[in-house]
């Protein structure tokens, strides 16, 4: 049972009632979320960007957030990601890898091969060694390695957000609040 009591949507008002009201499903991570009053919508916004508007590719974006989830304890995100991680074409071999954290598989081609040992350093160690920040810049544009770090930096905020509050899983919805947030319902109250 959650250390803090959800949210009730029914029972916000303004532009948090107006994100309530267009979610497909009301994630009891958003209903955690909600607590924060003041960081809901921006924090709502900044996940829609890194789900649909980044230039790094979906599956890297897949790989570095389930890496992260692994990495961080992060059960809840973990769940509603591997559904997202697969229909967007993470294969379930690259999946079983992540959970067991080996990241040097033949599962993964060179490139997602220095995505995710650039992504063990930043989670792990914060700062990236030059051998590590050079595999990555081989593979990736600037833009592609900060996206990388603000996403890992993202989901493990809401790692030790589910995991310090002991949030309550949800049956995996992920796909369904991914799709919904594509075409802007979830994420805003523009």
């Avoid at 992060?74 to 954290?101: K, M, N």
């Avoid at 990555?136 to 890992?152: D, K, L, Y």
């Avoid at 493990?156 to 589910?162: G, K, V």
């Avoid at 049956?171 to 075409?183: F, L, W």
Wanted: one cysteine or more; hydrophobic letters at 45%.
């Amino acid at each position: 049972m959650a250390r803090l009591p959800l949210i009730d949507p029914e029972k916000t008002s303004g532009d948090t009632r107006t994100a309530f009201d267009r979610m497909p499903v009301k994630l009891n991570i958003f209903r955690m979320l909600a607590h924060a009053e003041t960081n809901f919508i921006p924090a709502m916004r900044f996940a829609n960007s890194i789900l649909h508007k980044q230039k790094l590719s979906h599956v890297n974006r897949e790989l570095l957030i389930l890496q992260a989830a692994q990495r961080e304890g992060g059960a809840y995100e973990w769940r509603q990601h591997v559904p997202i991680a697969l229909g967007l074409g993470v294969t379930q071999p690259q999946i079983d890898c992540i959970e067991q954290g080996n990241y040097a598989d033949a599962a993964f081609n060179a490139a997602e091969q220095a995505l995710l040992a650039f992504g063990r350093e930043v989670v792990d160690n914060v700062r990236v060694p030059e051998p590590v920040f050079a595999g990555m810049r081989a593979h990736f544009g600037e833009q592609e390695i900060v996206e990388s770090i603000m996403t890992i930096g993202f989901y493990m905020m809401m790692a030790r957000l589910t995991e310090a509050t002991e949030t309550d899983l949800d049956p995996a919805a992920g796909m369904t609040v991914y799709e919904s947030s594509k075409r802007g319902k979830a994420a805003s109250a523009d």
